[in-house]
């Protein structure tokens, strides 16, 4: 099938905590809605069935929870309402975006998905309803080629938005399409919990995610397209993901994945935004991770093997990371925190001038959230002393063939391959083999910026 997504450079409001009435929230969503509408029909024209737009597209974000108010539509949230609001404007007040995206789906005859504010009044009889008497949800919305709303999804793990509540329990939406099944969707930072992400693929073994996101881009571990590429990798489904582009404040990264291919966009030196459209396969069967020709992971460094290379620690994404130097121009190493160790096969093509390390991190990360990580990371440092190791690096040079694995304790390991430029490259081999997962690669495409197991162990959270 033939999908579209659109990374959004959105038009901000100068003083998202001022207090203004519904027009003037209404006339900024609305030149937003103007660029979005252009790039509906240009998807359209490209034999697109399916676009999606990001989050925090149509209204931007830094609100507070009085200021984000005349911006918020409502949308009826029982999944009994069948509504087109582009044919049935007079159902409900206060549905202006709503109106227009199921116009643009079905002027376009194409499945719409964007994000938006939305309302819901509550009663003070209910314990969780705030002191405003409404919830206040971020909310994805779905539209199937006629303009009917056929899915409505509340973001559940929010990311410092104050102007928002979590809904009470989990959503787990889907749609059905004519072209490739059914879709589940959430909403960025969810894609790093068990609720409501994983938990939905699994329950209804979903193979197509659309997927809004407004991420700031964390390397070495957490660029976007490193992680939406891994995500399909790791669950074997395919990602339409929609970012918005701010360069100066770290985001951007979109693309549309399958398990073995990536047509992305990632740009911090230019604005504006950028529509991508590829034809993917409807995934039906599982890819099978090559294990055959994988060799056992050996017993790494035995005695009277050359002197073990120093342990150092660095920070690296506000975790305590412990590493071993990746020197030479090739060797075998591992090293270990807590229960999990890494170990790691090279070879380099030339050696180069630049540093390289194996890392290793088992523990609960506590910064921006919090949530329990199991690492293996081979990264390139920012400069030739370890306390650079860790830093956000995004050129390289030195082509590495490598074997990495760990002895992984849980089941969920994503994979990145990132090489210079934040380019993305395929492993050869991956998955698991004798109670580790091991991921291997000969010469990648470009010069190597991480190669690493990113594991979530969901229960330690």
């Known amino acids: 099938y033939v999908a579209a997504v659109y990374e959004h450079e959105s038009i901000l409001s100068p003083n998202p905590t001022a207090l203004v009435d519904r027009r003037s929230a209404l006339d900024l969503m609305g030149r937003n809605l103007d660029i979005y509408e252009q790039q509906v029909v240009a998807a359209a024209r490209q034999g697109a069935q399916i676009i999606v737009f990001p989050e925090d597209g149509i209204h931007g974000f830094n609100f507070t929870r009085r200021s984000i108010y005349p911006y918020l539509d409502f949308v009826p949230h029982s999944q009994s309402v069948k509504w087109n609001p582009c044919r049935e404007t007079y159902l409900f007040n206060d549905t202006e975006v709503l109106q227009r995206l199921s116009c643009m789906a079905l002027n376009n005859k ?3 998905v964007a994000n938006l504010g939305t309302k819901q009044p509550c009663e003070h009889t209910d314990p969780r309803c705030p002191s405003d008497g409404r919830y206040q949800f971020n909310t994805n919305v779905a539209f199937n080629d006629a303009g009917v709303l056929v899915a409505t999804y509340r973001k559940h793990n929010l990311y ?10 989990p959503d787990y939406k889907l749609f059905d399409t004519p072209f490739a099944g059914k879709f589940g969707m959430f909403t960025c930072f969810d894609i790093l919990f068990f609720e409501p992400a994983v938990n939905l693929i699994r329950q209804y073994n979903l193979k197509q995610i659309v997927y809004p996101t407004a991420w700031m ?3 070495p571990l957490l660029s976007a397209v490193e992680f939406q590429q891994a995500f399909a990798i790791a669950f074997n489904v395919n990602i339409l993901a929609a970012n918005i582009h701010h360069p100066t404040l770290g985001m951007t990264g979109s693309g549309i994945y399958t398990p073995v291919k990536s047509f992305t966009y990632h740009n911090m030196e230019s604005y504006g935004g950028k529509l991508i459209v590829a ?5 039906t069967t599982d890819y099978k991770t090559n294990l055959e020709r994988q060799e056992s992971p050996g017993s790494v460094l035995e005695k009277g093997s050359e002197p073990l290379p120093p342990l150092f620690y660095a920070e690296m994404m506000y975790d305590n990371f412990t590493f071993v130097p990746v020197w030479g121009e090739k060797g075998e190493l591992q090293v270990c925190a807590n229960t999990l160790c890494c170990y790691l096969n090279y070879q380099r093509a030339v050696v180069t001038d630049e540093l390289y390390a194996l890392g290793v991190f088992d523990g609960l990360h506590t910064v921006h959230g919090t949530y329990y990580v199991q690492a293996c990371a081979l990264v390139k440092c920012g400069g030739l002393s370890f306390s650079t190791c860790g830093q956000e690096v995004t050129d390289a040079t030195a082509l590495i063939d490598f074997q990495l694995w760990g002895n992984m304790s849980t089941p969920y390991i994503f994979p990145l391959l990132l090489t210079s430029g934040i380019t993305l490259d395929f492993a050869d081999h991956m998955g698991w083999k004798n109670n580790h997962y091991f991921i291997s690669k000969n010469r990648t495409s470009s010069g190597l910026l991480t190669a690493a197991l990113y594991g979530r162990w969901y229960e330690k959270d």
């Open 217 to 219: 881009n964390q390397l």
């Open 160 to 169: 410092f938005e104050y102007a928002f509540d979590a809904p009470p329990e």
């Open 279 to 283: 034809e993917i396969p409807v995934i």
């Open 110 to 112: 194409i499945f719409l």
